[in-house]
């Protein structure tokens, strides 16, 4: 939600159908950081705080920072998606590449994005291809056709020969990518673990390899599989979260209650622990929350926001602020949505007559 609200991205990725908007997005990301494949990324690997990085210091990311970035950007729109490492046969070529899988439903078929280049490759037919479809027809000798302003870093355009053949044909004989396409997937945590998934040919399978932190826990999986079948299934219909309609407003009073206390003191750890989803709450967003802020002096539970689903709205009072904030819960009272600041005209409504 942050990273939706924060860049706009509803805005982005336009009003067209879900084909534009995956494609306007990539391009967006393609635009946003130069890319540097002799250079790492940032200690924290999530959209938000990459792009923070990135644009204070003037910094690159390499493909796999620009995978990531992409992915999660189509996440917060809703997409299914992941990024996808690209690997060679031969075991002493340490150069791969990193691009992103993302699922068009209006086309039942993943699609390859490559935020580095902002290529995508599609037949002789103009369709768009996805990686397994541009591998096959490598192998077949079929036609392939590469959206003529494929680019790296805006200087040097992309041929199919340069791009396709002579780069990636090599980096497709191998693909790997996490078992959970998430936020903050690759950022180094005490005691998280992460597990990754290898596509490899023929059928024979090496052995999972695992390895574990100075505490002699797991901290990170690979397991090899030769079913593509598997590894490119359509993706699962989401899980509808626990119907949340039986929520008293005592309850989300008793929350935003927490939160007030936690967020006064500056206690980013204990306000994470609140969220369904981990990861959300930083120690350098809740500065900028009070920076921006100030101290919250007050809470008062308003109304239920109208339309599908449940959202409990509230008139937040803060030293530099006043303005409404909406949360939704879980069945165990996590926080599920979350608005730290939210606007509309009903809502607006409210607000003035609390005012």
């Known amino acids: 939600m942050a990273l939706k ?6 805005s982005i990725a336009g009003k067209g159908n879900d084909v534009s908007k995956i494609i306007s997005l990539m391009e967006w990301v393609h635009y946003l950081v130069p890319h540097d494949g002799s250079k790492g990324n940032p ?70 994005m490559d935020p580095t280049f902002m290529a995508y490759l599609m037949n002789e037919k103009g369709d768009l291809l996805s990686i397994e479809e541009v591998r096959e027809c490598l192998i077949n000798n079929k036609p392939l056709i590469l959206n003529p302003d494929a680019n790296r870093n805006h200087a040097t355009s992309q ?35 992460r597990t990754y998934i290898q596509l490899v040919p023929g059928n024979k399978k090496p052995s999972p390899v695992l390895k574990k932190n100075e505490h002699g826990m797991i901290s990170y999986s ?23 309609g039986s929520k008293s407003k005592a309850d989300y009073d008793e929350v935003m209650g927490k939160f007030k206390n936690y967020y006064n003191q500056q206690q980013a750890d204990s306000i994470d622990i609140m969220f369904a989803y981990r990861g959300f709450i930083t120690a350098k ?21 109208p339309g599908p689903g449940e959202v409990a709205l509230f008139k937040m009072v803060f030293d530099k602020s006043v303005h409404a904030m909406g949360i939704s ?3 165990n009272n996590k926080i599920l949505n979350f608005r730290f600041e939210t606007s509309s005209s009903y809502i607006d409504k409210l607000l003035a007559k609390e005012l």
């Open 5 to 10: 609200t924060t860049y706009n991205l509803d």
């Open 43 to 112: 200690q924290v690997k999530n959209a938000m705080s990459l792009i923070a990085e990135c644009k204070k210091d003037n910094k690159t990311l390499n493909c796999r920072g620009l995978g990531i970035l992409l992915n999660e950007v189509y996440l917060a729109e809703g997409f299914k998606s992941r990024f996808v490492t690209c690997l060679p046969r031969d075991t002493a070529d340490n150069d791969c590449h990193v691009i992103t899988m993302v699922w068009s439903t209006s086309l039942k078929k993943w699609l390859w």
């Open 159 to 193: 041929t199919k020969g340069d791009y396709l053949n002579d780069y990636m044909a090599k980096n497709l004989y191998k693909l790997e990518c996490p078992l959970n396409s998430e936020y903050n997937y690759e950022t180094y945590e005490e005691g998280k673990t």
């Open 222 to 244: 690979l397991y090899y599989t030769n079913n593509p079948k598997s590894f490119w299934a359509e993706p699962q219909l989401d899980k509808q979260p626990e119907p949340i």
């Open 285 to 305: 967003r809740m500065e900028h929350f009070m920076k921006e802020y100030g101290a919250m002096i007050s809470h008062k539970y308003m109304a239920m926001e």
């Open 329 to 331: 819960l879980d069945k």
